[in-house]
């Protein structure tokens, strides 16, 4: 009797390990799904933000702070706006790719 008992520890101990693990894993899928689609979201929205209003938010908002009516965005200015939105794209989309954790390299999925 003594020998039964020691022996349904290990299984008992095993079977809520490894529920433990499954249900760890199924909320960091979840999590991960969720971060994922939020991230899309994300990236679609400042693609589109950046694209569209940066340059002319970004060139009103020093004329209004400095007060000059006659301000233009000098090629220096424009360039590191172009790298701000370049980097904020690319940050977004590897977090992204990141985040479906594909087994398969990215070129392997282009034509």
Do not use: C, W
């Amino acid at each position: 009797m003594h020998n039964n008992e020691t022996e349904r520890k290990p299984k008992k101990l095993i079977l809520t390990y490894f529920n433990i693990q499954t249900s760890k894993v199924e909320s960091q899928l979840t999590f991960k799904l969720g971060t994922f689609l939020f991230l899309l979201q994300l990236r679609q929205f400042l693609a589109h933000f950046l694209q569209f209003s940066f340059n002319y938010r970004f060139q009103t908002a020093i004329q209004k702070y400095y007060n000059l009516h006659d301000f233009t965005l000098t090629e220096v200015d424009y360039v590191q706006t172009l790298e701000i939105k370049y980097l904020a794209y690319t940050l977004l989309t590897s977090l992204a790719y990141k985040m479906t954790h594909l087994t398969e390299p990215y070129h392997q999925y282009q034509g």
